[in-house]
């Protein structure tokens, strides 16, 4: 039987205009219908969001109050985590020890925001005038039309409707029509918190109904979205329409360097985590291996050893390590990247196919590019399991090399030398570095890049304040009559 799922507007669950099936990645067979958010589906969500950013149920609850829902979202969030779990591997392919841990921490960032909600603080501004008490306060920017991909949805949406909610707007959660199934569940968590109907409303859909419609709005305000760069220039083009917000966090082609000083078994086992984690399916993915040349050999030896022991298999199952890529399509782009690079010099270390196997399986690979630095998969990112390994010779060059990129949303170095560390982490063009460590994340720390990895913060007390807009009050303070201003004095 194929699960029910429906869209979320204004506090009720609804069939969208039509509806499509959504593929099991491990199977490559349908396993649910979901429901398609048109164009009409799309502007009741807005209307419904606009409605509750004034509705006095929503609008006048102090911000201790909007905590609490927080707290509450939070804790029901982490007792239905093995549900949404379940869901998110049998809809994504993501394997089930991943999507069960990733989703229980998702929590915490609504606890953060929880407890920030009460924080937002204007300030008394000192001018220049005696009778004049002049003061800033924030107040929520509207309704705030959400956009996250498939791959970790969960989280990608916690850092955006956690801060917007903190700070009083409403929101719009659009997911991805490629495996929706998570948010879709999520929303039947919202609806049990008690937030007034139409204060987050969860649709899905594709572009030009959907996608086009919610970012182009005249009643949204801020456009948070996950994805590609392609994507995004036509939601910067949309929001011409509204004149909104824009926050972009779009991936990127991060480098992680290791230098000869390195501890190389840590090292390994982090560029495991960097690229072949979610079988490569990451924003962050540690896909440019940047080797200093007199470890090249010992740390590629240790690496395709560990790499050909990787246990593939069901995502369902506990035991696996690595399982399939979300869509066909992602398979095709690989082939092609990974055979163009072939073709350019690139030398195969291990993988390079698809696997025989139901479903949509690629091997993990490895590409030796330093005869080949300029070869595609170096500078495409591929959002999956391709690591392209290159040399660099000193500190110089190895920052060169990073940063040749016109991506820059992280960036990993493994060095013994604090010295060293501190050179890079300035120098290196990337919103986030990673010292002797990669993929650590805390609801306390902002994210995102630079370049064509967007721009805007998610994550951290700056995130908050990204959904507020300012107020400046003044107050005059003295009791003698405003002087006519068409009387000379």
């Known amino acids: 039987m194929k699960a029910p799922f429906q869209l979320y507007i204004d506090g009720r ?22 429901p398609e958010a048109r164009s009409d589906e799309v502007n009741r969500a807005v209307e419904a969001a606009h409605r ?6 929503w609008a006048e609850l102090t911000a201790s109050q909007r905590g609490k829902l927080l707290y509450k979202l939070a804790d029901l969030l982490e007792q239905a985590a093995p549900e949404l779990a379940a869901i998110e591997t049998v809809d994504t392919g993501k394997i089930i020890r991943e999507t069960r841990s990733q ?15 009460d924080k ?20 929520p920017v509207g309704v705030v039309a959400a956009i996250v991909p498939w791959n970790s949805q969960l989280f990608l949406s916690a850092v955006k409707l956690g801060p917007a909610l903190a700070a009083g707007c409403t929101v719009v959660l659009k997911a991805s029509e490629e495996a929706p199934g998570p948010l879709l569940a999520f929303a039947r968590v919202l609806d049990q918190v008690g937030f007034p ?14 996608g086009a419609v919610l970012s182009s709005h005249p009643k949204v305000a801020h456009i948070a979205f996950t994805g590609g760069p392609e994507t995004a220039q036509r939601i910067v083009g949309n929001s011409a329409n509204n004149l909104a917000k824009v926050s972009l966090e779009l991936g990127g082609k991060s480098p992680l360097m290791v230098f000869a000083d390195a501890d190389l078994d840590s090292a390994v086992n982090a560029q495991l985590a960097a690229v ?9 993915a540690g896909s440019r291996l940047l080797l200093q040349a007199s470890i090249k050999d010992r740390f590629l030896e240790r690496l395709i050893e560990k790499v050909k022991a990787i246990r593939i298999g069901d995502p369902q199952d506990m035991a696996t390590e690595y399982g399939p890529l979300c869509t066909v399509r992602q398979i095709s782009t690989i082939e092609r990247v990974v055979a163009s690079s072939l073709a350019q010099g690139a030398r195969l270390l291990v993988g390079g196919q698809r696997l025989e196997a139901v479903g949509h399986f690629y091997a993990p690979t490895v590409l030796d590019c330093s005869q080949a630095p300029q070869a595609d998969s170096m500078r495409i990112e591929l959002f999956g399991p391709v ?22 949303l992280a960036a990993g170095v493994f060095t013994t030398q604090l010295t060293r560390a501190h050179r890079l982490s300035k120098a290196l063009r990337a919103g986030v570095v990673w010292l002797n460590t990669y993929r650590a994340i805390s609801p306390l720390a902002s994210f995102g890049g630079f370049g064509l990895s967007g721009h805007g913060r998610e994550g951290g007390l700056a995130a908050v304040l990204d959904y507020t807009t ?10 003698e009559p405003m002087a006519d201003p068409f009387v000379m004095r």
């Open 387 to 408: 690591l392209s390994v290159d040399v660099f010779h000193d500190e110089q060059d190895a920052i060169a090399k990073a940063n040749d990129t016109d991506y820059g």
């Open 13 to 34: 669950f609804e069939s969208g205009a039509a509806s499509f099936e959504s593929i099991n990645p491990a199977s490559g067979q349908g396993w649910a219908q979901m």
């Open 52 to 57: 509750a950013l004034h509705d006095p149920a």
């Open 276 to 284: 072949f984690a979610a079988s490569g399916q990451s924003c962050v």
């Open 120 to 139: 937002i603080e204007g300030q008394f501004i000192p001018v220049d005038k005696p009778d004049m008490n002049v003061w800033m306060t924030r107040e």
């Open 197 to 210: 109907a139409g204060v987050v409303n969860v649709i899905t859909g594709f572009g030009p109904e959907c």
């Open 470 to 479: 300012t107020k400046t009050v003044w107050l005059r303070t003295s009791d």
């Open 103 to 117: 989703i229980a921490y998702v929590a915490e960032y609504y606890r953060y925001y929880a407890g920030v909600a």
